[in-house]
């Protein structure tokens, strides 16, 4: 079982949509949870972090968390072209400090 | 000056070279990543320091050799490479090893073995 799944698109939203994407992990004692930003060619870039269950809101973002159901998602409302980009999610178990893994990664494009 | 400096950022190589990926961060961070990208497969951890001493390693063969000088600079020291190494390289620091989630990473160094 994949520790970290990730629907891998490519998901396709029109600007000005919210783009919705999901995460869930296999590990019940997962503590954080991350979501990265990388774009083609460039390399990940923390976007969102979220610990407790509940939404996180940062800007156009939304970060949800519900750790009963093991799902993490991440919620961009407005879509703009410069957030095509493919997005990590990233769950640190706690059981080993410092272990973070990561899924393969949603592939976003938002068209004009 | 960026946070995580990579060199090279391209590296092409025979199964017989040595060569060494170097990063350097100028954030004042603590810990230390090597994080290999392949093509349709998650980020896989390769190996941790925090504050110099090496805490993870990550299963990797020993053709792939880790430095960490000081908590600023991080080398991997290639040798008798497999094309299957192929891949991009990253680099990456947090604070500290409690902070792994908030990771910065460098550009990253793609490598290509023939």
């Known amino acids: 079982q994949k520790e970290v799944e990730q629907n891998s698109g490519p998901l396709s939203v029109p600007e000005g949509a919210i783009a919705s994407l999901n995460c869930t992990y296999s590990d019940r004692g997962s503590q954080s949870f991350f979501w990265y930003r990388q774009y083609s060619g460039k390399s990940p870039e923390l976007i969102m972090s979220?610990?407790?269950?509940g939404d996180k809101e940062d800007g156009r973002f939304t970060a949800q968390l519900n750790k009963a159901s093991q799902y993490v998602s991440l919620l961009i409302r407005d879509s703009q072209p410069s957030d095509s980009a493919t997005y990590l999610c990233?769950?640190?178990?706690?059981?080993?400090?410092?272990?973070?893994?990561f899924g393969r990664g949603t592939q976003l494009t938002v068209w004009p | 000056e960026t946070g995580v400096t990579q060199t090279p950022r391209h590296l092409v190589m025979g199964m017989t070279n040595k060569k060494s990926l170097k990063c350097e961060q100028h954030l004042g961070h603590n810990a230390m990543y090597w994080y290999k990208q392949s093509a349709k497969k998650p980020l896989e951890l390769m190996f941790v320091?925090?504050?110099?001493?090496?805490?993870e390693n990550n299963s990797v063969p020993s053709r792939f050799s880790p430095e960490c000088p000081n908590s600023s600079h991080l080398f991997l020291h290639l040798h008798t490479l497999q094309p299957e190494d192929s891949a991009l390289y990253l680099c990456?620091?947090?604070?500290?090893?409690?902070?792994?989630?908030?990771?910065?990473f460098g550009e990253g160094s793609r490598l290509t073995v023939l």
């Open positions: 979220i610990y407790s269950n």
């Open positions: 990233a769950v640190n178990r706690g059981s080993t400090l410092g272990r973070l893994y």
């Open positions: 320091y925090n504050f110099k001493e090496q805490t």
């Open positions: 990456a620091s947090s604070l500290d090893r409690g902070q792994s989630g908030e990771l910065f």
